[in-house]
């Protein structure tokens, strides 16, 4: 592992049963983080980001599940770790913030005694000291009433509290790297911005590493550095925020950000959309997954493996017509 990178994916392959019926999720998956930086994995639902955040910790059901390739999480090969080294490493080296935070936190214990019985699990510290910790954690998420709040079940609170809640448990044992899956889909917009300014608040004063999945560019463009598309379990496009969003050469980067609603929409104006739908992921067409919904789509787009093409510093994209969606995105964007 490189002395800068904590995280580092090399060839990852997730497979979700087997024969016919193998649903291959994730395709050649490799990625990198680097200390103290923060990259989105963006695409439409089933491109394959959650189940490339997840594989991270181990989290997929290892019976119905093939999992292949390198996985290295600040020093720790992840596919090789044992039963209770896997279990040490959740929590105390990698965490993850779930979508839904009522389906994630346990509903018949309070929320304080769940973050006070993971920081005991992995400090070895007295409860007292746990619970004035986990004070400290309600604090710095900024829940209002903390000691109130610690005694409150999950239904007591509302979803912003919750998804706060779930943030204070996922730092509860000083993690280096933190994992955040949708986190703001099921809140409202005003509370969204909220819980963004607080992972970027956080990010920066505990010098945590973010994977951050979401559907929704503009949640990518408030919190990380780098963004990587998906589509069809592949990375098809990686950069850094700026170059991603002013000069897309992926024609699916460049589908996404022209179907979103922007300041350069005239009112009355039709957003644009994507034809077609993401392909059935037991069934993946040769060559490139794109090329059905492709409007630069050609002969040689369908036919074999399409690498990942170099196109400057830190900028890559899966395409075979990168000299053709070359021209820059016109949509302003502040980073």
Same mark, same amino acid.
């Given at each position: 592992?490189?002395q800068?990178?904590?995280?580092e994916?090399?060839d990852?392959?997730?497979?979700f049963?087997?024969?016919?019926a193998a649903?291959?999720a994730? @395709?050649?998956?490799?990625?990198?983080?680097?200390r103290?930086?923060?990259?989105?994995l963006i695409?439409?639902s089933g491109?394959g980001?959650?189940?490339t955040?997840?594989?991270l910790?181990?989290l997929?059901a290892p019976?119905?599940?093939?999992?292949k390739?390198n996985i290295r999480? =600040?020093g720790?090969?992840?596919?090789?770790l044992?039963?209770? +080294?896997?279990s @040490?490493f959740?929590?105390?080296v990698?965490?993850m913030i779930?979508q839904?935070p009522l389906?994630a936190l346990?509903?018949v214990?309070s929320?304080?005694?769940?973050?006070v019985?993971s920081i005991?699990?992995h400090?070895?510290?007295?409860?007292?000291? =746990? @619970?004035?910790?986990?004070l400290?954690?309600?604090?710095?998420?900024k829940?209002?009433?903390?000691?109130?709040?610690l005694? +409150?079940y999950p239904?007591?609170?509302s979803g912003g509290m919750?998804q706060?809640?779930m943030i204070?448990?996922a730092?509860?044992?000083d993690p280096?790297?933190l994992? =955040?899956?949708?986190p703001t889909t =099921?809140?409202? *917009?005003?509370?969204?911005i909220?819980?963004?300014?607080?992972l970027?608040?956080?990010?920066k004063?505990?010098g945590?590493?973010?994977?951050?999945?979401?559907?929704?560019i503009?949640?990518?463009?408030?919190?990380?550095?780098?963004?990587?598309?998906?589509?069809? $379990?592949?990375i098809v496009?990686?950069g850094?925020?700026?170059?991603?969003m002013?000069?897309?050469?992926?024609?699916?980067t460049? *589908?996404?950000l022209?179907?979103? +609603?922007?300041?350069?929409?005239d009112? $009355?104006?039709?957003?644009a959309?994507i034809?077609g739908?993401?392909p059935?992921? +037991?069934k993946?067409?040769?060559?490139?997954a794109?090329a059905p919904?492709?409007?630069y789509a050609q002969?040689?787009?369908?036919e074999?493996?399409? *690498?990942?093409i170099?196109?400057?510093?830190s900028h890559?994209?899966?395409c075979?017509?990168?000299?053709v969606?070359h021209?820059?995105?016109?949509?302003?964007v502040e980073?």
């Amino acid at each position: 592992m490189s002395q800068d990178a904590i995280i580092e994916i090399k060839d990852l392959e997730v497979v979700f049963g087997s024969g016919s019926a193998a649903v291959r999720a994730v @395709n050649g998956v490799t990625l990198r983080v680097e200390r103290g930086q923060t990259v989105a994995l963006i695409g439409e639902s089933g491109s394959g980001k959650s189940v490339t955040l997840r594989s991270l910790l181990r989290l997929h059901a290892p019976k119905k599940t093939t999992i292949k390739g390198n996985i290295r999480v =600040a020093g720790h090969d992840v596919l090789s770790l044992s039963s209770s +080294a896997l279990s @040490n490493f959740r929590g105390e080296v990698c965490s993850m913030i779930f979508q839904e935070p009522l389906l994630a936190l346990d509903p018949v214990y309070s929320v304080g005694d769940q973050i006070v019985e993971s920081i005991q699990r992995h400090k070895g510290c007295s409860r007292a000291e =746990a @619970n004035k910790k986990a004070l400290e954690l309600f604090e710095r998420v900024k829940i209002p009433s903390p000691e109130r709040r610690l005694a +409150a079940y999950p239904h007591e609170m509302s979803g912003g509290m919750r998804q706060r809640a779930m943030i204070a448990l996922a730092l509860a044992c000083d993690p280096q790297v933190l994992l =955040a899956d949708e986190p703001t889909t =099921a809140l409202d *917009a005003t509370v969204q911005i909220q819980i963004l300014l607080l992972l970027r608040e956080l990010q920066k004063t505990l010098g945590l590493s973010i994977v951050f999945v979401t559907h929704d560019i503009g949640a990518a463009v408030e919190v990380a550095d780098r963004i990587a598309v998906m589509y069809a $379990g592949q990375i098809v496009e990686e950069g850094d925020v700026r170059t991603i969003m002013r000069a897309p050469r992926h024609p699916y980067t460049k *589908a996404l950000l022209q179907s979103r +609603a922007h300041g350069s929409l005239d009112r $009355g104006q039709r957003l644009a959309t994507i034809p077609g739908a993401p392909p059935d992921l +037991a069934k993946l067409p040769p060559g490139c997954a794109f090329a059905p919904r492709c409007t630069y789509a050609q002969d040689e787009c369908r036919e074999g493996t399409i *690498a990942l093409i170099s196109l400057g510093e830190s900028h890559s994209a899966r395409c075979r017509r990168t000299d053709v969606t070359h021209l820059p995105h016109t949509e302003s964007v502040e980073t």
